[in-house]
């Protein structure tokens, strides 16, 4: 008998919270921003003080339209706020503005890639549905310190996206992948700053398990996911759990739990008898707003091109191969400054991609501050002293024959750190290659008589075809390594006849 | 002699200032004397006199520099304890918000300082707006000026009491139910309740956010024209003020005589004294010219309770705020959080505030929500369909404000069904959004009587008209009760 725990299909939706990119707060003008000493960015707003209004932040609603727009989804005519009520020191109001009604974004769905077989490899592409999105607005912190506890209202206020799957996920892998393509989307439209590490991306999984082609089992969700990799253990950990406890004959209890990432243990937050009622209804602060369908329009026209919409182009159009063009599409700003040296010389878009996204990088990495993240591409490409126009023209030297791609790494990284033009460098070191073929052959003929190759040279003339690379690598180094290869193929295939 | 300054109204005393035959400082230290005279009426919960002479010092300046701000710069008037004021407490009478201090002005408060006017003390009231006679208030009761044993109503019972008693030639009230024109009519003065949205709420402690408006009180009906064109605004900064470009005003046509509405089958029950006046209301109507129409209004039943249904379930979240945490009231009690809210709230808000805040749990609980919230909109929303119908064939709604005169103190305290019966006629308009004012119509023996009109959207200029035509014929403007 098979293993049983590989007869269960897994069903995961989640629930993530995105905090929008804006200057101010959702309902307020109070500016917000990680980091910021406690209670700074607070106003009557944000305090719940008394006779304090609610107004809705125009830009983060714009924010979440193109979200919307972003994953095809429906921007309704209207959307609305409701109060969802609760206690709790965190939560000024003791109510939460959200949208439970009438969402700003409805349906919609997002692109996913699951691992390849290889790196080298794309893997499958699916669509994940999406149920809906709304926007509301993020509580406060509350620390429990020695005498007492304390709240900052700082992040009270900042406008919260929380974006609705469908359970359309199998896997914690999947969700992996939705929340990495999802992080793309909304990092490279500006939607979201999205940096899991200071909260502005934080997930909620729901699980359940069944058997194939059985209704769906009891869920159960796990709140406050704030890594990556914190979502997929969580996920397998409770994917195990239920599996175990399914096998051992006792049912699934719905519930809410948490997840101790240091232990890698999830842990019971209330069940389902301590569900509380929020007691919803319309906010009587906020009227609905009619969302413009020009406005609408002029949004979805000021989107960027999707990450996987460019891989596609970049695969079928430019002929890229699967992994330079993986690493260009994961960051816009090397997407684009990519797409700039194509246009200035768009005869060899793999020459400038694979010069981009291996050399390039290497040197933007190989710079960064010590303690830095890396690499820091979309930083570091702004004070990047080369520009796109300047690395095309080194392709096209390459092209032209007139260095070889090693001596094009090595003025890539002269670029680097003097800026100076690529023609500037090879000429000033001497690089450019030697395609002289009367000195060329003369120097081939002096390897081909040295004694020191004749085993080479035999092994060759025996019918080893590779063995003439053997006899390379004397001819480049005694033109110290200026010999255009292509030539010295040419002549040394054509002395050894 | 001349008549004394507490007397006389603000458009008399607005031609004074500016004749300079009085300065604003005279009149604030009258008016200051006035209020000390006659603190035994509890109408201030607090008065900072400094800085009421300090803004009729800058008042006098501006006029001496030739830089008036208009007909109301140099004017005190008053404020309920619900409207915020930078740097002035906003209790909202009750405990919860004991000592707390505003750190920024309503937008009433702005447009009144602008106005040159002089925002003075802090009205009694009822605990945050939750009653019809200011008993609930935890400063301690306000008493009618005409009858110190009886109550000069409430919500803005304090208002009232101040104006009524000539401690202030103006006054803000705030209106739910009937909290502006109760009062009103049980004091003997104008009060009015604007069209929602015409007057931002940006500043007002909220009771129940769809139906409260901030509105002017006042002796006569100049008087409160002057003073809702001062508050009368749009507002950024409250999403349900009208925009600039909706607040077209409705007049009354100039090529026919106005029609008022008559609900006749909403009277029974009315006062003999109350009718009598509303009565002689009517006829004075009728002689000026007026058609009388018989209106049904078979919704109007359904008012009162969906009122406290719809008001209680958005108080319930409204006050969830006041919890202790971040300010007013904090039980002095160590342990947990929940704990600490808690008794926060057992502590700090009174019988009434706590009496509503478990009803309106109560209706927007699971299970319960569509019998009670969900009815009692689609409710309100057939009440304002009725009303909008009426008002397309007449001009105004008339009732009397309330059924009967303003009740001894104490008389309704145990019987908080009674007491909901006070704003019976005046309900109606804050669940439609409709303009609605309380204007004296005659006298219940000593004590004055109110007759109640509501008007279409933005009528307000309409009602103030016919308001007008009623104090002519009755002379009943600019009454201060004596002492």
């Known amino acids: 008998m098979s293993n049983p725990r590989e007869a269960w299909e897994v069903v995961i939706g989640l629930e993530v919270h995105v905090q929008l990119r804006t200057a101010a707060k959702v309902f307020s003008p109070a500016p917000w921003g990680f980091g910021a000493e406690p209670n700074s960015h607070i106003d009557p707003v944000s305090l719940g003080l008394p006779g304090s209004l609610p107004v809705v932040n125009l830009a983060a609603l714009e924010q979440a339209i193109r979200l919307g727009l972003a994953v095809d989804a429906e921007i309704p005519e209207v959307c609305a706020w409701d109060r969802k009520n609760y206690f709790y020191p965190d939560n000024p109001k003791n109510y939460q503005l959200t949208q439970m009604a009438r969402p700003v974004v409805v349906g919609g769905s997002v692109e996913i890639e699951l691992p390849g077989a290889s790196r080298n490899v794309m893997g499958e592409h699916r669509r994940v549905r999406l149920h809906h999105a709304h926007l509301e607005e993020d509580v406060g912190k509350l620390s429990h310190a020695a005498g007492g506890s304390l709240v900052d209202y700082n992040r009270a206020g900042v406008p919260l996206l929380e974006i609705v799957t469908e359970p359309d996920l199998r896997s914690a892998a999947e969700a992996e992948a939705f929340l990495r393509a999802l992080h793309a989307l909304v990092t490279q439209a500006g939607i979201s700053d999205a940096d899991m590490e200071k909260g502005q991306l934080r997930c909620d999984a729901n699980v359940s398990l069944r058997r194939p082609g059985a209704p769906r089992g009891t869920r159960t969700e796990t709140k406050n996911l704030n890594s990556i990799s914190g979502v997929r253990a969580a996920i397998e950990a409770e994917v195990v759990r239920q599996a175990r406890e399914l096998e051992a004959g006792r049912p699934v209890v719905q519930e809410t739990r948490g997840w101790n990432a240091e232990a890698g243990r999830g842990y019971v937050l209330r069940d389902k008898e301590d569900a509380q009622d929020y007691r919803y209804f319309p906010d009587p602060d906020i009227p609905p707003v009619a969302i413009d369908r020009a406005r609408v329009e002029r949004l979805r026209a000021g989107l960027p091109e999707r990450p996987f919409d460019r891989q596609r182009r970049y695969l079928a159009d430019l002929g890229l191969p699967y992994t330079a063009a993986s690493v260009l599409v994961a960051d816009l700003a090397l997407a684009l400054w990519f797409e700039e040296a194509v246009a200035a010389h768009p005869a060899n878009p793999v020459g400038i991609a694979n010069l981009v996204a291996n050399d390039l990088l290497r040197e933007l990495a190989a710079s960064a501050q010590p303690g830095e993240a890396a690499p820091p591409a979309p930083a570091g490409l702004a004070g990047c002293k080369v520009r796109p126009a300047a690395l095309a023209e080194l392709v096209r030297l390459t092209d032209a024959g007139a260095i070889s791609k090693q001596q094009a790494r090595e003025v890539l990284a002269e670029m680097f750190l003097t800026g100076q033009a690529p023609a500037a460098i090879v000429g000033a070191r001497g690089l450019a290659q030697n395609s002289d073929a009367g000195e060329l052959e003369r120097v081939v003929r002096e390897v081909v008589a040295d004694p020191a190759f004749a085993k080479s040279l035999a092994e060759f003339r025996a019918g080893n075809a590779k063995a003439i690379n053997a006899l390379k690598g004397p001819i480049m180094k005694r033109t110290q390594g200026k010999a255009n290869p292509a030539l010295v193929d040419e002549i040394l295939r054509r002395v050894l006849s | ?418 007491m909901y019966l006070e704003d019976l006629f005046t309900i109606p308009a804050n669940l439609a959004g409709l303009p609605a004012l309380s204007v004296p119509s005659g006298l219940d023996g000593a004590l004055p009587v109110g007759l109640h009109l509501v008007g279409p959207p933005l009528g307000e200029g309409l009602l103030l008209g016919l308001a007008r035509r009623l104090e002519r014929a009755t002379g009943l403007a600019h009454r201060v009760a004596q002492p």
């Open chain 2, 1 to 418: 002699m001349a008549e004394p300054l507490h007397t006389l109204g603000a458009a008399e005393l607005g031609r004074r200032l500016a004749s300079r035959d009085l300065t604003s400082r005279a009149l604030a230290e009258a008016l200051l004397a006035r209020a000390a005279s006659r603190r035994e009426l509890g109408a201030f919960n607090s008065l900072d006199a400094d800085d009421l002479l300090r803004q009729a010092d800058a008042a006098d300046a501006r006029r001496a520099g030739g830089r008036s701000l208009g007909p109301l710069d140099g004017i005190p008037v008053a404020i309920k304890d619900n409207i915020a004021v930078r740097g002035q407490p906003l209790t909202c009478s009750s405990r919860m918000l004991a000592g707390y201090v505003s750190p920024y002005d309503s937008a009433v408060a702005e447009r009144l300082r602008a106005a040159g006017a002089l925002l003075m003390g802090r009205l009694n009231m009822d605990e945050f707006a939750m009653g019809s006679s200011t008993e609930t208030s935890a400063t301690g009761l306000a008493r009618n000026p005409w009858d110190p044993a009886r109550t000069p109503g409430g919500s803005s019972g304090g208002s009232a009491a101040c104006l009524a008693s000539g401690q202030a030639p103006l006054a803000l009230g705030s209106d739910t139910g009937g909290s502006i024109r109760q009062p009103a009519s049980h004091c003997g003065l104008v009060g009015l309740k604007p069209t929602y949205g015409l007057v931002s709420r940006h500043g007002l402690v909220a009771f129940a956010s769809s139906l409260d408006q901030i509105g002017p009180m006042a002796r006569s009906v100049e008087d409160c024209e002057l003073l809702l064109a001062a508050l009368a605004g749009p507002d950024a900064r409250d999403m349900t003020c009208l925009a600039a470009d909706a607040r077209a005003p409705r007049v009354l046509p100039a090529d026919r005589k106005p029609r008022l509405g008559v609900p006749r089958a909403l009277l029974e029950g009315v006062a003999p004294g109350v009718r009598k006046a509303f009565d002689d209301a009517l006829g004075v109507y009728r002689a000026e010219g007026c058609e009388l129409v018989d209106v049904d209004l078979p919704s109007a039943a359904l008012a009162v309770p969906a009122y406290y249904v719809v008001a209680t379930a958005e108080a319930s979240s409204n006050l969830a705020r006041y919890d202790g945490i971040r300010y007013g009231h904090r039980a002095a009690r160590d342990g947990d959080i929940v704990a600490l809210m808690s008794q926060s709230r057992a502590e700090g808000f009174g019988a009434e505030v706590k009496r509503r805040i478990l009803l309106g749990t109560f209706v927007l609980s699971a299970g319960f929500a569509d019998a009670y919230y969900g009815k009692a909109l689609a409710a309100r929303a057939r009440i304002r369909e009725e009303y909008l119908g009426a008002l397309a064939r007449v001009d105004a709604l008339a009732t009397p404000t309330v059924p009967s005169s303003a009740f001894r103190l104490g008389e309704k305290a145990a019987d908080p069904l009674q």
